[in-house]
């Protein structure tokens, strides 16, 4: 799981590549240091190096062998050192090492060579091999991250600065500088290195950057081959472009051909489409729950020639100024031309337009409410298809649904008119079908009194080879009465891994040591938590600065792979899921299959970075990657689930290869493919396959599950309720898990959220809007890390959530309804146009019967029914969820003003009385306690925290044995009978488990 920080790591990069600048004169000059102590220890070549023989790159220009001569140049404060090293070791015996630190922004060292050293020949790109200093992710005040430049001296002795990163890996990277084309153009050759350079050095402690191998060279991009894929499973529109889909075999996904298209709840209808008059046209839908009604009149080829009417209410135009846009389109404007022809054929409108010597065709239909609008340009020059804005509505205001989000950017709904008759709008774009580069939208749409931009638009870049793909795109314009009939549906199969991922609570853990992890896994096991799902996260691969991906062996300091082999297995005897981690996005330079060849290529043709110290992974290459390891990590080391990191949190458009030598160069779709089908491998190899979430809307299904946040300035503990999405779209395909890792929106709230006097709110927060969303549990292991509070959060946060999502997971809701003040209930459509979803007070009913109600508001009591009309007291972030049928009942309630937990399923009874003597069901305790039936005759009780005794009942009961955590045998207990058919006991110091021997 990481805080995803690619858009800080592209940031850091686009920085100012080259710039020309005047040699300032340096407050002191320190020669470099060029002999080596006897006493100084020396370092290794990275250990996979040894592997694969690694060669030095042929075209290196300095290998610092030798220093003799070099300088380092101090400014603006800073202070420094050059020397010749061998601390560390990459080629060769030696390496540079510069200390340095400063006093402000503007401190920076340079390290000059006695003379300034030719670069033979044209270049257009520059590498070198840098040891870090920092993790970008790890809080360090002392270890700034600097900049690493070099300095380039021109033919007629012009010195040009070349920004190559800032310092946020450890251990070696190689550090690749593709030298933009406008910079290239001002350096006139022959050219000359004058030194690198470490800059905004505000560190006041020494650091130190090694560096070796510095190379300059003009790229050579020779032909790549690829593996044909499964092909794609739908019909290509045209010569759509299908990428490396073109193999044997076909993909499950999408599901239908109609795709994205949203539901639509009404089943008595008709659409007709007609030719009103010449150029003038109208597609009909006719309901018994609506009319709606779009007209279009092609004359210039803009999309504002088309207007919607729903019900009774005004028409309005659901994409005013919207259209194509050509490399010679005005800011701010879409092309115009002139009609060439317009035909209705088969209830399809067909229109051709004439834009110069360009032609764009437009393809319109009527599925259910919505408008499917084909857009086609051939010749590369569109760049865009602008969506618009809706115009000429009253009273809009606009939704962000939650789960569908660009990150950056979040599309939103439409909600117009007045409360009583609202009408929802959006406009949609077919990611099974794009031939985009990347959506777009604004960071601060737009609203005013009659307007609103509710979506932006695609964009087509250029590939390497300057050359822009096709246009094709299919859009989806809805409006309905209904906000839900608004919402694109995902087109996947759902999760082959169902069973699996409904009984387990999910954990993640970085382990130190493969040994104590289990340790502390068989502490956790002892409370009763045996339906546990757990990976270790990325530290399985590596040590430090290694790579952490496409291994088959485990991080050596750890064990390597006996040890990874023994914890694994430990983990299963437990009864646990053990995974393992794996990513095909993140590609390290050290790691054996490196090659430039499998980088991502931007449209500079810049190799696209990812997670500090890697470069991305082709997405045509981590399909075969997959393939290769997935199937030799599972039968190496046994695992029983995978994380399979990055890929469903990064946008397919962020990951878009524009590698003119790929198949589907340019296109999202290309990534969008590949990730999902080697998501939907890695199910059937290891089974359950989690990801790390942002985009199920895009993913769901093709992963078994996610966590349940999203990277969006949008905190999901503390917005209003919108449960639309998530649960009529994603929770049928997948299992996601609580709200993500347990301080990321809590984090938002609370920086202090662990140990703060409102942790345990805090718990219940969370627990309440994960299972809003439906959402299956995560283990909260973080509350109070060296308090009495964690074993009470971690306990309650299984208990509360293991039988519970069992009731709901995959199920579809058959009715979602918020309460307003008066506990009137209203549809999502009516709470969303009258607000009543700002009041937090949730029912869902799922077809499979069970039923939830959630109370998120801030203030007040919430008084529901279950089935049996038992009345309970829902105080904030207090719930109540029933199935009859399965012999269910949970209730995090009040009782005479004090909240407790219960849970009554078939597996386990749970009571958890926070502090105060509470009985419930067949259970009496003060602080929390489970109770199973493990065998005909026997009861297991689990004594968990805070009780001083704890009643159970049972229609006979002889004798109880105490166990500890361990399974030691305590001995027998004490017992008595307080009332008919209520058996008693104190628990023993040490004890864990208690099993009784009793009648039925």
């Known amino acids: 799981m990481r805080k995803f920080v690619a858009v800080l790591i592209l940031l850091s990069f686009v920085c100012a590549a080259g710039i020309a600048q005047e040699s300032a004169k340096p407050e002191k000059v320190i020669p470099a240091i060029n002999e080596i102590e006897l006493w100084q220890e020396v370092g290794q070549q990275p250990y996979e190096f040894t592997w694969t023989q690694r060669e030095e790159d042929p075209h290196t220009l300095v290998d610092f062998e030798d220093l003799q001569g070099w300088n380092l140049e101090l400014y603006d404060g800073a202070q420094g050192e050059l020397r010749r090293s061998r601390e560390q070791q990459l080629w060769g015996e030696y390496v540079a090492k510069i200390a340095y630190s400063g006093v402000r922004e503007q401190s920076r060292v340079i390290a000059r ?25 790890v809080p360090d005040p002392t270890t700034p991250p600097a900049e690493v430049a070099l300095l380039v001296q021109d033919a007629r002795d012009k010195e040009f600065r070349i920004q190559l990163t800032d310092i946020q890996w450890k251990q070696w990277w190689l550090i690749h500088r593709r030298i933009p084309r406008e910079v290239l153009n001002q350096i006139v050759l022959p050219a000359r290195l004058t030194g ?21 060279y003009k790229e050579e991009l020779k032909p790549l081959t690829f593996q044909p894929q499964p092909k794609r499973n739908l019909r290509p529109y045209r010569g759509q472009i299908v990428g490396t889909n073109t193999g044997p075999g076909t993909l499950p ?57 729903v019900g009774s209410a005004a028409a309005f135009k659901p994409l005013m100024g919207g259209g194509v846009r050509f490399v010679d389109t005005p800011a701010n404007a879409v092309a115009e031309g002139e009609l060439a022809s317009a035909n209705l054929l088969d ?44 115009s000429g509505v009253s009273h809009p205001r606009m939704v962000a649904v939650p789960y569908i989000t660009y990150q950056e950017t979040n599309p939103r709904v439409l909600i117009s008119g007045d409360g009583a008759s609202p009408v929802f709008s959006s406009v949609w774009f077919d990611w099974y079908r794009s031939s985009a580069s990347e959506p777009y939208y604004s960071k601060t749409p737009k609203v005013t009194g009659d307007t609103a931009e509710i979506n932006g638009g695609m964009r087509y870049l250029p590939k390497t080879d300057g050359s822009r793909n096709n246009l094709y795109e299919r859009i989806f314009i809805s409006n309905s009465p209904d906000y839900e009939e608004t919402l694109p549906t995902i087109a996947n199969p759902p999760s082959v891994q169902q069973a699996q991922g409904k009984q387990v609570v999910w954990t993640v853990k970085e382990p130190e040591s493969f040994v104590k992890d289990h340790e502390r896994c068989a502490r956790i096991r002892s409370y009763g938590l045996d339906k546990v799902m757990q990976h270790s996260h990325e530290v399985t691969w590596r040590d430090e600065g290694d790579s952490n991906t496409m291994k088959l062996h485990a991080a050596p300091q750890k064990g390597g792979d006996a040890m990874l082999k023994w914890y694994i297995q430990a983990q299963n005897n437990m009864g646990w899921l053990q995974g393992v981690y794996t990513n095909y996005c993140d590609f390290a330079t050290v790691n054996t299959n490196w090659t430039p060849d499998h980088v991502q290529r931007t449209p500079e043709g810049e190799w696209r970075r990812a997670w500090p110290r890697n470069y991305a992974l082709k997405p045509a290459k981590a399909v075969e990657f997959d393939d290769y390891y997935a199937q030799r990590i599972e039968e190496k080391f046994g695992v029983k689930m995978s994380y399979t990191d990055v890929h469903t949190a990064v946008a397919p458009w962020n990951y878009c290869d524009f590698d003119a030598r790929v198949p589907g160069a340019g296109t999202f779709a290309a990534t969008f493919y ?34 349940g946040w999203v990277y969006t300035k949008v905190n999901l503990l503390t917005e209003p309720l919108d449960v639309s999405f998530m649960l009529r779209k994603i929770h049928p395909l997948e299992c996601d898990y609580g709200l993500g890792d347990t301080g990321y929106y809590l984090g938002e709230i609370d920086k202090d959220w662990a140990t703060s006097p409102k942790k345990r709110e805090y718990l219940d927060l969370l627990l309440a809007s ?25 306990a309650r946060s299984y208990y509360m959530m293991q039988q519970l999502q069992q009731q709901y997971a995959f199920a579809e809701p058959k009715a979602i309804e918020y309460a307003d003040r008066a506990g009137k209930f209203q549809t999502p459509s009516q709470a969303l146009a009258s607000g009543a979803n700002r009041e937090g007070r949730l029912h869902v009913v799922y077809e499979n019967g069970t039923e939830v109600y959630v109370n998120r508001a801030t203030a007040g009591v919430w008084s529901v029914r279950d089935a049996s009309d038992t009345l309970h007291e829902l105080p904030p972030s207090g719930w109540l969820a029933f199935n009859n049928q399965r012999h269910f009942l949970e209730v995090s309630a009040t009782l005479a003003a004090h909240r407790f937990d219960y849970v009554q399923a078939p597996e386990f009874e749970f009571l958890d009385g926070r502090g105060q003597w509470t009985e419930s069901g067949n259970l009496g305790a003060s602080g929390s306690v489970a109770l199973r039936h493990t065998a005909p005759g026997l009861l297991e009780l689990i004594d968990i925290y805070g009780n001083e005794r704890i009643d159970f009942r049972a229609s006979i009961a002889t004798s109880v044995v105490a166990y500890d955590a361990e399974g030691k045998n305590l001995g027998k207990v004490e017992l008595t009978e307080p009332r008919p058919d209520w058996y008693e006991f104190k628990p023993v110091a040490g004890g864990r488990r208690y099993v009784c021997a009793a009648g039925q």
Request: glycine residues 8%; charged residues 20%.
């Open 113 to 137: 060579p006695p003379q300034p050293i030719p670069i033979p020949g044209v270049f257009d790109s520059v590498e070198l091999w840098g040891y870090g200093n920092r993790w970008s992710w």
């Open 196 to 216: 690198i350079e470490i800059s905004k050095a505000t560190n006041a402690q020494a650091r130190s950057f090694f560096c070796d191998n510095l190379a300059f």
């Open 253 to 309: 996904f999408p599901t239908r051909e109609e795709t994205i298209l949203p539901a639509n709840f009404e089943k008595n209808f008709k659409v007709t489409a007609r030719e009103v008059s010449p150029r003038h046209f109208e597609f009909r839908y006719e309901g018994r729950d609506t009319t709606v009604v779009y007209d279009y009149r092609p004359e210039k080829g803009t999309l504002a020639e088309l207007t919607v009417r």
């Open 347 to 390: 209830g399809v409108v067909h229109a051709s337009f004439r834009m110069g010597s360009r032609r764009v065709e437009y393809e319109l239909q009527l599925w259910q409410k919505s408008l499917v609008l084909d857009v086609w340009c051939e010749g590369g020059e569109a760049t865009e298809l602008s969506f618009g804005e809706v």
């Open 674 to 707: 590949a990730y999902g089908q080697l998501l939907r491998n890695d199910q059937h190899v290891y089974g359950p396959t989690q990801s790390e979430g942002s985009y199920q809307w895009l993913y769901a299904g093709l992963t078994s599950g996610s966590y």
């Open 770 to 794: 994960a299972i809003a969303y439906g959402n299956m549990g995560w283990l909260a292991t973080d509350f109070d890390p060296n308090g009495t509070f964690n074993v009470e959060a971690m």
